[in-house]
């Protein structure tokens, strides 16, 4: 049997990343390690590792089913829609998502509007927080106290490592356990699940609108939550370069959603959060 050609898979989802791109799907990006220089890399070969979402022989979450279909020799599809790959069946409406959010928002008349596909939004918002470079916080604080960072001096030989980016014993069981926590939300089980419900019952959004020259950055860890001076937290996620989703305590029967028009001054303290919160680089609009 010829071996699996290895895939590169975006932990920041391509059509997510769309709402930035330009030209040929190409995006502005400002790595870290570079502060203040900008260049262009295209969306396919951003945001990603390869192979980080594949289910390999001899990994502690394998089933038997995963090994039937491992080691069968059958042909593998890969599906599109409108010339895109899809990474994963939470992205198949996005571009549709953000095409409804902006012609409401950015139409509106009043400062708030009548809420609308919530579900969805939540289920993004939080699929792209456990997602991203730098997975959900209380997972990762809790990962890391728990293992005490001694798994992080166990060095893997490279010939013996499942995927090359994972080179300690802590890489490879975080990677072990965030694979088993999307397996288990596609299912609608698990403790990702669990945080979705959570948060349905007891959140909602607010959408900021920038309308001067500076517009949201978003990064490689676009859905995070972050503690507000008052002690407060906020999730955030942005939608768009005009667009901001922040993520907050919700009123009892509350069933609309705030929209707030804000100013540059207050943009660019959202975009100093966001790049705090990244871990490799930024996108630009």
Known sequence: MNETQAKYHHLVPQTYMSAWAHGNGTLNIEFLRSPGEIVERNKERIAGITDFHSI???????????????????LSYIVEYEDNVLESPLENNWALQV??????LLNASNDSIAMFDREYLMKFF????????????F???????????????IEIPL??????????ALDEIRHFLLLNFYRQYLN??????KEMIANLKH????????????KFITSDSPAFTYMREDKNLVGLLP??????????????????????????????????????NAQEFIIHS
């Open 139 to 153: 997972f990762e604080k809790m990962y890391k106290n728990l293992t005490s960072n001694l798994l992080g001096n």
């Open 239 to 276: 939608i768009t370069p005009r667009i901001l989703m922040a993520k907050g305590k919700c009123k009892k029967d509350d069933n609309i959603y705030y929209v707030t028009h804000i100013t540059d001054k207050a943009v660019k303290n959202y975009n100093d959060i966001i790049r705090s």
């Open 99 to 104: 095409a409804k959010i902006e012609s409401t």
């Open 188 to 193: 609608d089980t698990g403790v990702i699940f």
């Open 56 to 74: 390999k022989a001899g990994m502690p979450i394998c089933t038997e089913s995963d090994a039937n279909i491992i080691f069968e020799p059958i």
């Open 126 to 137: 939080i699929a792209l927080d456990w997602r991203g470079f730098s997975s959900n916080q």
């Open 203 to 214: 959140t909602n959004f607010h959408f900021f609108i920038a309308d001067g020259p500076t």
């Open 159 to 168: 010939n013996e490592r499942i995927l090359p980016s994972l080179e300690t």
